[in-house]
Nanobody
């Protein structure tokens, strides 16, 4: 089975930086898109950034210029470098992957989610 595991969350002061990492594991044939979402208490889960296997990226407006998404295709890993963090960035950050799993010679596409990692920005 496919699993996504996030790491790198924590508590930082406003203006600080964090780097989140998400590694996908399992019988993965290919990954189309990997992305980061976030969800604050009482709020809906919103897209932070996404990256296609060919390198194209998409960012939410509030993250542009501060966050950078990248990936290591060989390791099935996506990174999110977060700079100039603000209190409003506080949320649980979730990894997402749109991929195709290989099972006994057959292929099954699907969307998978990680368990989330907490990011807290406070003085």
């Amino acid at each position: 089975q496919v699993q996504l595991v996030e790491s790198g969350g924590g508590l930082v002061q406003p203006g600080g930086s964090l780097r989140l990492s998400c590694a996908a594991s399992g019988s993965i044939f290919s990954i189309n898109t990997m992305a980061w979402y976030r969800q604050a208490p009482g709020k809906r889960r919103d897209l932070v950034a996404s990256i296609h296997s060919l390198g194209g990226t998409n960012y939410a407006d509030s993250m542009k210029g501060r966050f950078t998404i990248s990936r290591d295709n060989a390791k099935n890993t996506v990174l999110l470098q977060m700079n100039s963090l603000k209190p409003e960035d506080t949320a649980v950050y979730y990894c997402n992957a749109d991929l195709t799993e290989s099972i006994n010679g057959y292929y099954r596409p699907g969307v998978y989610w990680g368990q989330g990692t907490q990011v807290s920005v406070s003085s």
